[in-house]
C-alpha cells in the first residue's frame, strides 16, 4: 500500500503522543502497510523530531492558519505540563465545564494516584518492570548503602489568588461587588516548584515563573545548580557520589540531560515508569507540602515562597523517615505483585 510522507508522519505522531517505542511504531506500520514502509532507524529520527518540535507540515495551502485544538488536546496538554492539577483547576484554567473534563480523563483512562493523574491499571509489562526494578534496589541494597547518597527531586505546581487583578476587576466594573463572588482563571496565578532533596533535608529549589517551562535545557541548568549546591552543602556526596532519583519526565530523559548528568559523573537510579508510589517526592514530600497548602490563603509569590521556606525549615528526623522508608515500598511492591501502593 503506498505511504505519502504526510500521512506517515501523522501516523508516527499519533504512536509518539501514545509514548509507544518508536520500534513499535515501526512494526505496527510496517503490518498494516506492508514491509520495508518505514525502517526502526527512521522512525527513530521521526521521534527526534517529535521531540524536540522540529516537524513541520509541508506545502501547506494556509500556513497562517491556526490548528484546530480540541478540548480533549487541551486538558491533555494541561495535565502533561502539570499532573498533580485538580479537577476544579483544569476547568478554571481552560475555562471548561467541570464534567467536561471528568469525561475526559475517564476516556483517557487516568486517576489520581498520589496526587497525581496516573493510567487507571497498570499493563503487564508495567507491573513485570516494578517487580524487576524493586527487587534489584532491594539486592543492591544489601551491599551498598546508596540511601544515604540520593538525592531525589521532581516538580509541583502552587497555586495562589491574584488578590490585585481583583481589586482591580471590583473597582472598575462594580465598586460595590464583593471580591467573594465567583473567580475566573484570570484570579488564579501559579509557579512551579523545582526541588532537590536527600535523608538530611534540602539541598536546592526554585520557583519558576508561571510564562516559564522547564525544558530540558533549563533542567540542565538547574543541575549545574544543584552541583553547586551539593558541593557547599553536602561536600561528602562528592567524594562518594551522588545518586540520583526523579521519574520519567521528557526533559529527565532527553539526550542532552543524560549527557549533562554524565559530565557531572553522577548516577541515574532505576525508576520504573507510572510509580509516584516510589518517588519519595511524591508520596511523602508533596503529600505533606499539599496538606499544609490546604490550610492556608496565597494571594502572591512572595507568600508561596513564603509557606515553602516556612514548610522545609523541618527537623531532620522528617526527611530521614521519607527517604529511608523506600526500601519498604520496594518489598510492598514485590509483595504485590507490582500492584500500586494505596497508602
Known amino acids: 500500500m503506498d505511504m505519502n510522507k504526510k500521512k506517515l508522519r501523522y501516523i508516527l505522531q499519533y504512536h509518539y503522543d501514545r509514548k509507544d517505542r518508536a520500534e513499535k511504531a515501526a512494526e505496527k506500520i510496517c503490518e498494516t502497510y506492508g514491509y520495508k514502509t518505514i525502517s526502526k532507524v527512521d522512525a527513530k529520527k521521526w521521534y527526534q523530531q517529535f521531540a524536540y518540535g522540529k516537524v513541520k507540515e509541508e506545502n501547506e495551502e494556509q500556513p497562517s492558519e491556526e490548528p484546530i485544538v480540541t478540548d480533549s488536546d487541551r486538558i491533555k496538554e494541561f495535565i502533561e505540563s502539570d499532573r498533580h492539577a485538580s479537577l476544579s483547576l483544569i476547568a478554571k484554567s481552560l475555562k471548561i465545564d467541570q464534567s467536561t473534563v471528568q469525561g475526559c480523563l475517564q476516556k483517557f483512562g487516568l486517576k489520581k494516584r498520589y496526587d497525581v493523574w496516573l493510567p487507571e491499571e497498570l499493563t503487564q509489562k508495567n507491573l513485570l518492570d516494578r517487580i524487576n526494578v524493586c527487587d534489584w534496589l532491594l539486592k543492591r541494597c544489601q551491599y551498598d548503602l546508596f540511601l544515604q547518597r540520593m538525592v531525589t527531586g521532581d516538580v509541583k505546581f502552587i497555586t495562589y489568588e491574584n488578590v490585585n487583578r481583583k481589586r482591580s476587576l471590583s473597582k472598575r466594573e462594580n465598586p460595590n461587588q464583593s471580591l467573594g463572588n465567583s473567580s475566573s482563571s484570570d484570579d488564579f496565578q501559579k509557579v512551579l516548584l523545582c526541588v532537590w532533596w536527600d535523608y538530611m533535608g534540602i539541598i536546592h529549589y526554585e520557583l519558576l515563573p508561571p510564562d516559564q517551562k522547564l525544558t530540558a535545557d533549563l533542567f540542565s541548568e538547574q543541575l549545574d545548580r544543584l552541583k553547586e549546591a551539593i558541593d557547599l552543602k553536602r561536600p561528602e556526596l562528592a567524594q562518594y557520589g551522588v545518586v540520583l532519583l526523579y521519574d520519567n519526565a521528557r526533559p529527565h530523559i532527553n539526550l542532552n540531560t543524560r549527557l549533562k548528568i554524565v559530565d557531572l559523573g553522577w ?58 522508608g523506600l526500601s519498604s515500598k520496594w518489598s510492598e511492591v514485590i509483595e504485590q505483585n507490582g500492584a500500586y501502593l494505596t497508602g
Not at 507510572?274 to 502572591?300: A, G, I
Not at 509569590?301 to 525549615?313: L, T
Open 267 to 324: 548516577e541515574v537510579l532505576l525508576h520504573p515508569p507510572n510509580s509516584p508510589d516510589l518517588s519519595p517526592c511524591d508520596y511523602y514530600l508533596f503529600k505533606s507540602l499539599q496538606n499544609s497548602l490546604n490550610h492556608v490563603k496565597l494571594t502572591s509569590k512572595e507568600d508561596v515562597e513564603n509557606h515553602i521556606v516556612k514548610f522545609f525549615n523541618k527537623p531532620q528526623d522528617f526527611y530521614t523517615n521519607g527517604m529511608m
